[in-house]
């Protein structure tokens, strides 16, 4: 595996992550998968384990990936999995300014994500799915990026990022300044905005 240092942090993550967005969604599509992988008898904690395995140390997940109606979330499928392995990955996840719109409420949501995912403190936490609307609401006088920056004086997390899923040609102008150790915005080679 190869690894390279993740812009201003510290960090050296592997060249291939893994994102753990479908481990447990409500999404149609998501169920499909899931109930799919486990026909094959596979597991999650399993596919995270060879991951590991296999080099990659860096993880990516959300507050808000899960089955409410089950009570299942992918922070918490995630925890478990690392719980018993010695290696200790990087992890990001994230909330929506929806979910955690005033800084109070950032914290609470991050903190649960430290419940979840069985740490004491979150590499990377950022705002989710961060479009036009949602930028304002991110920023709002104590709002959301607030509560992120009071997480991280409180040795909660230790950066903050966003993700979005506009134009990546949308971003330069709102990214301006050093609010962000990194960006996540969409790319799919076969399917280009």
């Known amino acids: 595996m190869k690894y390279r240092r993740l812009g201003p942090t510290d960090m050296d993550i592997s060249a291939i992550s893994m ?12 169920i499909q998968i899931i109930h799919k992988a486990l026909d094959l008898g596979i597991n999650f904690i399993q596919i995270i384990h060879k991951a590991l395995d296999l080099g990659i140390n ?7 990936y899960g089955n ?14 690392l719980a018993s392995r010695p290696e200790k990955p990087y992890l990001m996840s ?3 300014p929806n979910g955690a719109p005033t800084a109070d409420d950032a914290i609470r949501v991050i903190e649960q994500s430290l419940e979840r ?3 004491d403190q979150i590499d990377i936490y950022g705002g989710w799915s961060i479009e036009r609307e949602a930028w304002d ?8 990026y607030e509560g992120f920056e ?6 909660l997390i230790r950066y903050i990022a966003v993700t979005g899923h506009d ?4 971003y330069p102008e709102r990214l301006k300044g050093d609010k962000f150790v990194s960006v996540t915005v969409p790319y799919h080679a076969a399917k280009r905005h």
């Not at 409410?68 to 999995?81: D, F, H, K, P, Q």
């Open 19 to 30: 994102g753990c967005m479908r481990f447990y969604n409500n999404e149609e599509e998501s």
């Open 58 to 64: 860096f993880f990516e997940t959300c507050s808000g």
């Open 68 to 81: 409410r109606e089950r009570g299942i979330w992918s922070e918490a499928v995630l925890g478990e999995a």
């Open 94 to 96: 994230k909330a929506h």
């Open 117 to 119: 995912l069985q740490v």
């Open 137 to 144: 609401a991110l920023f709002a006088p104590g709002g959301t």
């Open 150 to 155: 009071r997480a991280r004086d409180m040795g």
């Open 167 to 170: 134009r990546p040609e949308d």
